[in-house]
């Protein structure tokens, strides 16, 4: 039963794209051919700042610098921002081997990530890691991919060429502030290059075991002058992930996708972006059935620099999404059969903000926010969403003030306001205060309020019975899930070989969704607010330049959670289907610039146990070491070659699910090659 009253859970398939592997391989070889005869070949010395051999060359202290964007929503030296932040390079995300997103998300060391299938997966941070994972807002190019479907993302449909990704900045914490309801425990920003940086022709294929193939293209060229242009494809075929006893779990995922953008980069004050994307995938579902997925967005930019310290910038986009999903029968007698469930919403929102200074001690940034959906459901028997049809409206605005004290400490003031259609007004304010110790110490501390709106799940599903009495329904009282937190931390570059940071948090959770029934009848099960709790711990990262070739990180994370039962009320799950959450993770990467173009990258990680009520009792998922390697092979100015090997250790391993529940599946040890041809 606990598996119907989680959002819908997506998986899908198509048959391999042999045929376009072969071609792709071939576009590869001539592309590159004509590159080596119109240039040098053997020398990687002209190689442009943009590129990752450029990239690898690069200090700790100018990472340090690197600029952010999602602490204060303008840029700012990552050592400076005060939060507890992690940026994912491009360099990172191609060493890593990374094939989708959320792999390349496991080179942030606070988040906890959990592969569940072939095309699902569970991501959060500082706890809560459900299957609906739904505190943690991510946002692509500044475009929010939270749904209000289900309160999550759906991973299996945010993907890019990830070559094209410039940074992805993980904060862990409330930044509802700045970006919003949902931004409770943390804010993912994926940041692609722009149209400038991504000229020429880029074309890579490879396949593998579990990748079975993939084929990506794109080029960059010029408009008209400082008008700069791409536009790409790519495709992958994943095949099944395993059952517990080595049967597949037939659950294979293909997805293709392609997309566009324009920068017009002038040197008057105004710079104009217009881009967009589209993608459509078919996933297996080991239960039966294919589901089908599609995603469409165009998103226009256009910022007015007033000077260094003030700008404007207004941005909308349209955002539509399409899911078909086959809702499996209930072992339940008196739940209805299986069916399909279809849902599209379509997305609308424009943002605007301003930034500037009022005298030497006071810096603002303030906007102002409007986003419509409207959603259309074709209910599936076993599940579904009442009304079918509904519009939502959300209005917001912020301000943010930081205020100079001394030379060295800065305090930061700020409040997010929003108006929803379920709970009317929320407040998130924010008080966060940063003490520079020294030119590359830091040492911040911070103390929020952020809010999980409610999402049409805890409102609308319901799972209909044969007894014409739901057997779950949601809550027209349902109230916003509230968190304060208390944070404390520090950042500092410790000489030219050492970076380290340290954060430490407390937090309050209070009105926390839970699955109520009243002392006289079991059912309806309703979703209520019944559960309070409290977490805390802390997390370490740091960075070594062991050598001017050798490079490690490592990371570590503690996570003590306590979720209880309000006095007098109820929960049909004792207060343990909210979470589901290693109490520590360990990693350490390695990563070595060989001689002869050689790359050898090598990364470990350990996660605990994790407690998971998806049956009828509380279980455990056990703890595991991996070991993923990657390497490459840069055998010309052009031309790289590599070869990737994912989770080393285990044949096949569990990450997420209910052991003994049948839709459990374990992931398996791949591997892949890929040649890539940039010119």
């Given at each position: 039963m606990n598996n119907r009253i989680k959002a819908i859970t997506k998986v899908r398939t198509r048959p391999r794209y042999v045929g376009l592997l072969l071609s792709t391989t071939i576009l590869i070889i001539i592309s590159c051919g004509v590159s080596l005869a119109q240039t040098d070949t053997n020398s990687l010395s002209n190689t442009d700042t943009n590129s990752p051999q450029a990239l690898k060359q690069l200090s700790l202290e100018q990472l340090m610098d690197m600029s952010v964007t999602s602490v204060a929503r303008e840029p700012e030296p990552y050592k400076e921002a005060p939060a507890a932040i992690q940026v994912i390079t491009s360099e990172e995300i191609e060493n890593s081997g990374a094939s989708s997103i959320p792999e390349a998300l496991r080179l942030a060391d606070s988040l906890d990530i959990a592969q569940k299938n072939s095309h699902d997966w569970a991501i959060s941070a500082r706890g809560f890691n459900t299957s609906l994972a739904n505190k943690m807002l991510v946002l692509v190019d500044g475009r929010s991919v939270y749904t209000p479907l289900f309160a999550g993302v759906s991973w299996d449909q945010q993907d890019y060429i990830l070559a094209d990704i410039d940074r992805i900045e993980v904060i862990s914490g409330p930044g509802g502030t700045l970006w919003g309801a949902n931004a409770v425990n943390g804010v993912i920003s994926i940041t692609t290059k722009s149209a400038q940086d991504t000229q020429g022709l880029y074309v890579s294929g490879g396949g593998g075991s579990w990748l079975h193939d993939f084929g990506a293209a794109r080029y960059g060229g010029v408009l008209a002058s400082n008008v700069y242009?791409?536009?790409?494809?790519?495709?992958?075929?994943?095949?099944?992930?395993?059952?517990?006893?080595?049967?597949?779990?037939?659950?294979?995922?293909?997805?293709?996708?392609?997309?566009?953008?324009?920068?017009?980069?002038?040197?008057?004050?105004?710079?104009?972006?217009?881009?967009?994307?589209?993608?459509?995938?078919?996933?297996?579902?080991?239960?039966?059935?294919?589901?089908?997925?599609?995603?469409?967005?165009?998103?226009?930019?256009?910022?007015?620099?007033?000077?260094?310290?003030?700008?404007?910038?207004?941005?909308?986009?349209?955002?539509?999404?399409?899911?078909?999903?086959?809702?499996?029968?209930?072992?339940?007698?008196?739940?209805?059969?299986?069916?399909t469930l279809i849902d599209d919403m379509d997305t609308y929102d424009i943002d605007f903000q301003h930034r500037f200074s009022l005298g030497e001690h006071n810096h603002f940034v303030w906007g102002l926010g409007y986003r419509r959906t409207h959603e259309t459901d074709q209910n599936a028997p076993g599940l579904q969403y009442i009304p079918s049809t509904l519009d939502q409206d959300l209005y917001s605005g912020f301000v943010q003030d930081e205020i100079l004290l001394l030379r060295n400490l800065h305090f930061t003031l700020g409040t997010k306001v929003e108006h929803n259609d379920y709970t009317g007004?929320?407040?998130?304010?924010?008080?966060?205060?940063?003490?520079?110790?020294?030119?590359?110490?830091?040492?911040?501390?911070?103390?929020?309020?952020?809010?999980?709106?409610?999402?049409?799940?805890?409102?609308?599903?319901?799972?209909?019975?044969?007894?014409?009495?739901?057997?779950?329904?949601?809550?027209?009282?349902?109230?916003?899930?509230?968190?304060?937190?208390?944070?404390l931390g520090y950042r500092a570059q410790l000489g030219q070989k050492v970076s380290a940071s340290i954060s430490t948090y407390y937090n309050l959770y209070n009105d926390i969704r839970s699955t109520s029934y009243t002392p006289t009848n079991i059912i309806p099960l309703y979703f209520a607010n019944n559960l309070r709790g409290e977490t805390y711990?802390?997390?370490?990262?740091?960075?070594?330049?062991?050598?001017?070739?050798?490079?490690?990180?490592?990371?570590?994370?503690?996570l003590k959670e306590h979720l209880y039962v309000i006095p007098g009320q109820y929960d049909y799950n004792g207060g343990h289907n909210e979470t589901a959450d290693p109490q520590q993770q360990f990693s350490i990467r390695s990563s070595m610039d060989l001689p002869a173009n050689v790359e050898f990258d090598t990364a470990l990680r350990w996660v605990d146990s994790l407690s998971i009520n998806d049956g009828p009792v509380v279980a455990t998922v056990p703890s595991y070491f991996e070991v993923d390697a990657r390497l490459g092979w840069q055998a010309t100015k052009h031309i790289e070659f590599s070869i990737v090997g994912q989770n080393l250790v285990h044949a096949q391993h569990q990450e997420y699910g209910y052991p003994g529940n049948p839709a459990t599946e374990d992931i398996v040890r791949s591997g892949y090659g890929e040649m890539t041809c940039r010119f």
């Open positions: 242009y791409r536009i790409y494809g790519k495709y992958f075929d994943r095949g099944s992930q395993v059952m517990p006893d080595g049967n597949s779990a037939s659950d294979s995922w293909n997805m293709g996708q392609g997309g566009f953008r324009i920068d017009d980069v002038p040197l008057s004050p105004n710079t104009y972006t217009l881009q967009g994307d589209f993608n459509a995938g078919h996933e297996d579902v080991t239960t039966g059935g294919t589901a089908n997925v599609a995603d469409g967005n165009l998103l226009g930019r256009w910022t007015h620099t007033i000077s260094d310290d003030s700008d404007m910038q207004l941005q909308s986009y349209f955002y539509r999404t399409h899911l078909s999903d086959p809702i499996p029968a209930s072992i339940d007698p008196f739940v209805n059969q299986a069916g007004f929320e407040e998130e304010p924010s008080a966060r205060i940063q003490w520079d110790v020294t030119s590359k110490q830091m040492i911040w501390a911070a103390v929020s309020r952020a809010v999980r709106m409610p999402s049409r799940v805890d409102e609308d599903e319901q799972i209909p019975t044969t007894l014409h009495i739901p057997l779950l329904e949601g809550s027209s009282n349902f109230k916003s899930e509230t968190l304060i937190a208390f944070e711990g802390g997390e370490l990262a740091g960075d070594y330049q062991m050598l001017n070739w050798w490079r490690l990180h490592a990371g570590y994370d503690l």
